[in-house]
């Protein structure tokens, strides 16, 4: 069974959320066009608060501009949003429609009959948004949800006055990357700042590499524990992985520093005017968690897309907002017929800190050349998928010390046990799956 697969990290506080519900049947799309034959309330929750919710706000409000007679009360569930829903639910009393950002918690919202297929939507977000991503919001082969804000995972960082000093350029495959690295310590630079952290952020540079080596659908069959973790795919991961972070002289601090060193600060290393090092592979969220960054972008650092691995296409890992339907009604449908259009991404888009997975929308709305580089690249992926860390059991998924998170651990402080390493990963995860 698929909840078997998915575990939500917190289900907790028996917290309420009163909905103003919309009755109705459901149905299909209402038209792109807007009508003011659509009428009815909704109730929209997610997470977004701050300027994010002023952001989010000013799509509703275009919204409102194609369907006057539909009002729209947004609430901002913050970081409670999952435990706020899964109360909601359980009271009877969820909103009419809510951004997810798990899908292991849409596929339990769809076991239980939470949530109302939009089938009929399939084709408008598979236009928009690609077959990849449209299936990010399936259950089993039923459409559920549109994920309509999008993070790229598969994104590289880098200090530009070192590349300069260096005279490198940004790769475009593993091959290159691993010759930039080597070049920048001939010029006394070391290539890498590496945040090992409690292990999630090895578990993005796994999951990217792995994607590129063993193609999504061996990607699929991993998530699932379908194939187990001592594949041959998995091994050969490491390996091309154990060239980067197995060397301590790639690594800012060296090894040691490494897995003492959290996420934000192995930004810090890269996004500085005394940098400790030229690169640190990590999502497009990078500039933000660096408290006072004296670099600009462009000039002071830059990105570069994660490279192609033996040949793969264009690919992204990723994480995303989910919108879905606890209530019919064909405002509700009109609504999520809204977010897959490309005007509604374009609101967000031009104001800033937002990424679109809108295939259709032009880059050009972005408002620096950076986030048109991360956000262009989630659109224009031939593959998308999800966080495999999200996806999984959070047992093996998401739990500091134990599962993926402590095997990356390991597998930095030990690059050459691949066979220990894979068998250890094996078996966490006949555990938390319960094979």
């Known amino acids: 069974m698929r909840s078997r697969w998915f575990v939500l990290a917190a289900l907790v506080a028996l917290l309420a959320f009163t909905a103003a519900a919309c009755g109705g049947d459901g149905g299909g799309g209402s038209g792109a066009e807007g009508s003011e034959d659509v009428t009815g309330e909704l ?19 275009g919204f409102r501009e194609r369907y006057p007679n539909v009002s729209v009360k947004y609430t901002s569930g913050g970081d409670n949003l999952a435990p706020l829903l899964s109360s909601a639910v359980e009271g009877g009393n969820p909103p009419d429609i809510a951004a997810i950002a798990q899908p292991g918690l849409i596929a339990q919202f769809a076991e239980q009959g939470a949530i109302k297929p939009i089938d009929a939507l399939r084709d408008a977000i598979v236009d928009n948004l690609g077959e990849s991503v449209a299936d ?21 960082w880098y200090n530009v006055a070192l590349f300069e000093e260096a005279g490198v350029e940004p790769p475009e495959t593993w091959e290159e990357l691993v010759d930039v690295a080597e070049t920048l310590k001939a010029a006394g630079i070391t290539p890498f700042s590496v945040g090992v952290d409690v292990g999630w952020p090895i578990t993005d540079l796994f999951e990217n590499v792995y994607l590129r080596i063993a193609g999504p659908e061996k990607y699929d069959q991993l998530v699932a524990h379908e194939i187990p973790w001592t594949d041959q795919t998995v091994k050969d991961t490491l390996a091309a992985m154990a060239q980067i972070v197995g060397d301590s002289e790639n690594l800012a601090g060296g090894t040691e520093t490494s897995l ?3 996420m934000p600060s192995s930004v810090a290393k890269v996004f500085s005017d005394d940098p400790q090092a030229a690169m640190v592979i990590i999502g497009d969220f990078a500039p933000g968690v660096v408290t006072d960054n004296p670099l600009e972008p462009e000039t002071g650092y830059n990105v570069f897309t994660f490279p192609s691995v033996e040949g793969s296409g264009p690919a992204v890992v990723g994480s995303g907002d989910i919108f879905v339907k606890f209530r019919d009604s064909p405002a509700a449908d009109a609504f999520l017929e809204y977010l897959t259009t490309p005007e509604a991404a374009e ?44 996806l999984m059991p959070s047992a093996f998924g998401g739990t500091p010390g134990q599962g993926f998170w402590k095997g990356m ?8 046990d691949i066979d220990g390493i894979t068998q250890q990963l094996e078996t966490a995860a006949q555990q938390a799956y319960g094979d």
């Open 260 to 262: 003492e060193t959290d």
């Open 409 to 416: 651990t390991d597998f930095v402080a030990n690059p050459d």
């Open 347 to 390: 609101i967000w888009a031009e104001r800033g800190g937002f990424s679109s997975p809108n295939t259709n929308l032009d880059v050009s709305v972005y408002p620096d050349e950076i986030t048109r580089t991360t956000a262009g690249g989630l659109a224009e992926a031939e593959t998308f998928r999800f966080d495999a860390s999200d």
């Open 136 to 156: 990010v919001g399936a259950v089993e082969g039923t459409q559920y949800g549109v994920m309509f804000k999008g993070s790229n995972k598969s994104t590289v």
């Open 43 to 61: 109730s929209v929750m997610a997470i977004w608060g701050g300027a994010e919710q002023e952001s989010f706000e000013a799509v509703i409000e």
